[in-house]
Nanobody, 124 residues
Framework: QVQLVESGGGLVQAGGSLRLSCAAS????????VGWFRQAPGKEREFVAA????????IHAYYADSVKDRFTISRDSAVSLQMNSLEPEDTAVYYC?????????????????WGQGTQVSVSS
């Protein structure tokens, strides 16, 4: 069982930045592909970005078109999501998720483990 903990959410004005972090309680995320998803009120959970094992030695970063060039996913001891040029449309609860196996997962069903979520609110 992998317990994921997100941190770094908050309230920011449009054009501002936030950095989210996802860590695994008591273990490393180094062998898992990790994705970030978000869910706004009344909407389905949507893919934001993923740091994904393509094979045993290769990791790629993938982004939703809506965040490409604004958000950056990175990994050290945790998996972080740097969010720049935030827009009111980015307001949502952001979740990190982890999965085993190879290949990008853009659907929530691809992921086995989920964090509790962190609120990101962007004011206009």
């Amino acid at each position: 069982q992998v317990q994921l903990v997100e941190s770094g959410g908050g309230l920011v004005q449009a054009g501002g930045s936030l950095r989210l972090s996802c860590a695994a309680s008591g273990r490393t995320l180094s062998t898992y592909s990790v994705g970030w998803f978000r869910q706004a009120p009344g909407k389905e959970r949507e893919f934001v970005a993923a740091h994904t094992y393509i094979n045993s030695r290769t990791i790629h970063a993938y982004y939703a078109d809506s965040v490409k060039d604004r958000f950056t996913i990175s990994r050290d001891s945790a998996v972080s999501l740097q969010m720049n040029s935030l827009e009111p449309e980015d307001t949502a609860v952001y979740y990190c998720a982890a999965k085993t196996g190879y290949g990008v997962g853009r659907s929530p069903v691809a992921y086995e483990y989920w964090g509790q979520g962190t609120q990101v609110s962007v004011s206009s």
